[in-house]
């Protein structure tokens, strides 16, 4: 059964920085050259939205509201996906999610796409 498994959510004050990872060692696609990888962040009372996905040469795709603060990386040879936020903002405060495989542009989901268990981030003003 595939796991992705995320870590390093956590509690920041607005301005600061947190990296997000994501153990996808057990996630394996035949027809991963087609698709990315990527984070999607749900806050409380609002719909799951993609953040920012990268596909298998390193090309990456960003939401507009992330643009700027965010990277997104991977170890292809460990499959662990990252997630570098800076210059948080309490707007930022959501749980995030690792997904695979994802939709590159825009950034979105399939019904076949495994997710991991989510980290929440909080950012206080």
């Known amino acids: 059964q595939v796991k992705l498994e995320e870590s390093g959510g956590g509690s920041v004050q607005a301005g600061g920085s947190l990296r997000l990872s994501c153990d996808a060692s057990g996630y394996i696609d035949r027809d991963a050259k087609y698709y990315c990888m990527g984070w999607f962040r749900q806050a409380p009372g609002k719909e799951r939205e993609g953040v920012a996905a990268i596909d298998q040469s390193g090309v990456a795709t960003y939401a507009d509201s992330v643009k700027g603060r965010f990277t997104i990386s991977k170890d292809n040879a460990k499959n662990v996906l990252y997630l570098q936020m800076n210059n948080l903002s309490p707007d930022d405060t959501a749980m995030y999610f690792c997904?695979?495989?994802?939709?590159?542009?825009?950034?979105?989901?399939?019904?076949?796409?495994?997710w991991g268990q989510g980290t929440q981030v909080t950012v206080s003003s």
């Open positions: 997904a695979a495989p994802t939709a590159c542009l825009p950034i979105k989901s399939f019904g076949r796409t495994y």
